[in-house]
């Protein structure tokens, strides 16, 4: 079984940076899809940003479309999500999960395996 562990959250000031990791026990080529989604208090979840385990094809949700990077390093199972000019909408409960495709991942929230979650709060 995939064990995702989170780590990296914590309370920045807007317009300042953070980098959230995400050590997986093990990439399965089971799940094509591996990246994070959010849920802030009230709020449905969002899909934030996914990289296929396959090929390394990339996807972002419009919201942090030129603010948050995904990258990935294979020979440590482990999952980046370089966050940049955060703000208050920003603030939220953040996940890692792995899904069969990207659609599952960003839209329809079908995840194989996730992780606890790492809390990421944007205030001055």
């Known amino acids: 079984e995939v064990q995702l562990v989170e780590s990296g959250g914590g309370l920045v000031q807007p317009g300042g940076s953070l980098r959230l990791s995400c050590a997986a026990s093990v990439f399965t080529f089971a799940d094509y899809a591996i990246g994070w989604f959010r849920q802030a208090p009230g709020m449905e979840r969002e899909g934030v940003a996914c990289i296929s385990i396959r090929d390394g094809t990339i996807y972002y949700a419009n919201a942090v479309k030129g603010r948050f990077t995904i990258s990935s390093d294979n020979a440590k199972n482990t999952v980046y999500l370089q966050m940049n000019n955060l703000n208050a909408d920003d603030t939220a409960i953040y996940y890692c999960?792995?899904?069969?495709?990207?659609?599952?991942?960003?839209?329809?929230?079908?995840?194989?395996?996730r992780g606890q979650g790492t809390q990421v709060t944007v205030s001055s």
């Open positions: 999960a792995t899904a069969a495709d990207d659609y599952a991942l960003l839209v329809s929230h079908t995840y194989t395996y």
